[in-house]
């Protein structure tokens, strides 16, 4: 009688988290691009293409994280004063989102993307700053899709621009991502 009672309390112990387990959709294959060019000077463009984020369906909870050594630029000359110069990788080797997605359906998701806004807070080089974004959000089979962009000025973030480069990189940073979700 007692080992048949310890058996029902493992199983309850075991089913328990099934009950409330919420669906959660992730991936570390996300892209992250920034653009900072001026016209008439060198491109200022870096993409991450191992980006974690992390959905939570029943609440729309929604998280990104991006080591800033994983951003790749065309000249690794650019690459090296970015992570050295600019974002001070060594002492800050991260930037993440933690934020909700509005009004987030997973079950009346299709595969034809529909405009969702995003609000949360954004956190680079130390600093944190309120984001809000109109993502598309698409889903095909078990795989919700997000993509978006949003403009960061770096000013924002403390991270400095030499004079002597100010004139090449714009004051105002486009990002755009894509992120594919899988359950």
Do not use: W
């Not at 962009?149 to 990002?175: G, L, M, S």
């Amino acid at each position: 009688m007692k080992k048949s009672v310890i058996n029902c309390i493992l199983l309850v112990f075991l089913l328990l988290p099934t009950v409330f387990y919420a669906q959660k959709y992730g991936t570390r294959t996300g892209t992250v691009k920034f653009e900072a060019s001026v016209s008439s000077f060198e491109e200022v463009a870096a993409e991450h293409t191992s980006v974690s984020a992390v959905l939570n369906a029943s609440t729309g909870d929604f998280a990104v994280l991006a080591l800033m050594t994983g951003f790749r630029f065309k000249i690794a000359l650019m690459e090296e004063h970015f992570n050295e110069n600019y974002v001070e990788s060594d002492k800050y080797p991260k930037a993440t989102f933690k934020g909700k997605i509005e009004n987030l359906d997973v079950k009346k998701l299709s595969a034809t993307p529909n405009k969702f806004t995003i609000k949360g807070e954004l956190t680079l080089h130390g600093k944190t700053k309120q984001i809000t974004d109109i993502a598309m959000i698409s889903k095909s089979g078990n795989m919700v899709t997000i993509t978006g962009a949003f403009n960061v000025k770096p000013a924002d973030f403390d991270i400095e621009v030499p004079k002597v480069v100010r004139n090449k990189v714009a004051e105002t940073v486009a990002v755009t991502y894509h992120l594919s979700l899988s359950e």
